[in-house]
Nanobody, 128 residues
Framework: QVVLVESGGGPVQAGESLRLSCAAS????????MGWFRQAPGKEREIVAA??????????YEGDSVKDRFTISRDNFKNTVYLEMNSLKPEDSAVYYC???????????????????WGQGTQVTVSS
């Protein structure tokens, strides 16, 4: 059982930056693909970014709406995955969830169903 705890959310102004962190425990962190999803009121949960077992070039994915603004990274020694969010927009406001999956890296990583463990979420609110 992997337990995920997100932190770093909060209220910000448009154009500002935030860094979300997700600390994992209870499993071998480096065995899991990690992802960040978000869900705004009245909308479906959507992929924000994902990172493979070791990260690095070619092993990360960012959704179209956040590409070039958000960056995902991981530290397998600290059992932590990060989401660096820059140039935030009001439409980025949502609850952000960290997730861990053991289905490997492939086109399915944009599907929330490929992730088995989920954090409780952290609220990000961007005001204009």
């Amino acid at each position: 059982q992997v337990v995920l705890v997100e932190s770093g959310g909060g209220p910000v102004q448009a154009g500002e930056s935030l860094r979300l962190s997700c600390a994992a425990s209870g499993g071998t962190f480096s065995n899991y693909v990690m992802g960040w999803f978000r869900q705004a009121p009245g909308k479906e949960r959507e992929i924000v970014a994902a990172i493979g077992l070791r990260g690095g070039r070619g092993n990360t994915y960012e959704g179209d709406s956040v590409k070039d603004r958000f960056t995902i990274s991981r530290d397998n020694f600290k059992n932590t995955v990060y989401l660096e969010m820059n140039s935030l927009k009001p439409e980025d406001s949502a609850v952000y969830y960290c997730a861990a999956g053991d289905s490997g890296w492939g086109p399915w990583i944009s599907d929330s169903g490929s992730f088995r463990f989920w954090g409780q979420g952290t609220q990000v609110t961007v005001s204009s």
